[in-house]
């Protein structure tokens, strides 16, 4: 019997925007910002093997998570 979804972890990770706006000229505007995806680097675990006939009942196996990602972001606006 499978029953995968029962002791499944909940997803906890932190995403983060940083934006900052620049006026150049009245008519020249700047925007910079950053994206931080998973911001903490938090581990999320796959949930346990409920498969009762697996070697590896019960045991956590793998990871499900997203690691790290920073994006940069340039916007000119005229």
Same mark, same amino acid.
């Given at each position: 019997m499978r029953l995968n979804w029962l002791?499944?972890?909940f997803m906890n990770q932190l995403d983060v925007n940083i934006a900052r706006s620049i006026q150049?000229?009245?008519g %020249? *505007? !700047?925007q910079f910002g950053t994206d931080f995806i998973?911001? %903490?680097n938090n581990v999320h675990y796959q949930g346990p093997n409920t498969d009762i006939t697996s070697a590896n009942f019960?045991? =956590?196996t793998a990871q499900n998570n =997203? !690691? *790290?990602w920073i994006q940069f972001q340039m916007r000119v606006t005229f």
């Open positions: 002791r499944e972890d150049v000229t009245e %020249l *505007r !700047l998973n911001a %903490l019960a045991k =956590i =997203i !690691l *790290r």
